[in-house]
C-alpha cells in the first residue's frame, strides 16, 4: 500500500489504486493531487 501526506493536514492518506493521480482527504475535504512522474517529453523540450 502506498501512502501519502495530505497537503493541508499532514495526515497520511493511502491509495487504494497505484494510477490514483488524486486522493481524496476526509478530514479537509478536499482532493490531494499527486504529482506525476516526469514526463519524458517534457525533459526533452
Ligand atoms: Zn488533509
Known amino acids: 500500500m502506498i501512502t501519502i501526506e495530505c497537503t493541508w493536514c499532514d495526515a497520511e492518506l493511502a491509495l487504494n489504486d497505484l494510477d ?5 482527504c476526509p478530514d479537509c475535504r478536499i482532493t490531494v493531487e499527486i504529482a506525476p512522474d516526469p514526463e519524458p517529453l517534457a525533459i526533452a523540450a
Open 20 to 24: 490514483a493521480t488524486s486522493v481524496d
